[in-house]
């Protein structure tokens, strides 16, 4: 007797929850949820490609920029960046695609803020490991070209993360180099010039900057 009662128990609970199942399946269809999810997705799928389109155009006309050196052509790969951005604000490549037009324009300053956008924790995510570390090695060259020391300490920052991210990056080498000789650490470069010379060993700079190096008083 008492596995009966259980057992009707057990199914009032199922039913109980069936109900309320029910109840809320047509609340939202009483207020035509589904459809406005729905309309709601296809909205952003269709803002997604768009950005895309935008990021590819600018793209292109960068390179046709570079190819050229024609700012005006840079000009229209920001304005498409732009777009891009304004359409989904969390994909970091408009956001590097406008830094690096921003650069071609000689503005460093607003390069450097579209490239803080791209590696904030907003659109950071959508970077694979090498892109973050692309990104970072940017951001530090264009740091370097500063001759504040506090840019020099935050490209530092910036390179160390980048080698780790990406360990085979003779760039990436090469520019920590320049960060710990413009510190005065020159055990430090030294062995970071080795690292970018062991993986291009046709780098001139890194040979040069060795050779400097060598003819200099070491300082830890």
Known sequence: ??????????NDIVLQVGMVVLMLLFY????????????????????D??????????????????ASKSKALAKEAQAQAQRAIALDPRDAAP???KALALDFLG????????????LSPLAATSLSNSERADALLKRAELRLASTQRARVDSALADLSES???????????????????????????????QQALELEPQSQVAQQALRRLDSSPQTN
């Open 28 to 47: 939202l269809f009483m207020h035509n949820v589904p459809k406005k999810l729905w309309s709601e997705l296809r909205l952003r799928n269709r803002a």
């Open 49 to 66: 490609i768009q950005a895309k389109r935008h990021f590819v155009q600018g793209a292109q006309l960068l390179a046709r920029a570079r």
């Open 163 to 193: 080698v780790k991210l990406s360990p085979n990056n003779s760039k990436a080498f090469f520019a920590l180099g320049e960060c710990f000789e413009r510190k005065k650490m020159n055990d430090a470069a030294v062995e970071a010039y």
């Open 107 to 118: 503005f460093r300053s607003a390069a450097l803020d579209s490239l803080d956008d791209a």
């Open 95 to 97: 956001h590097l695609l």
């Open 1 to 10: 007797m008492d596995k009966t009662k259980e057992n009707w128990a057990s």
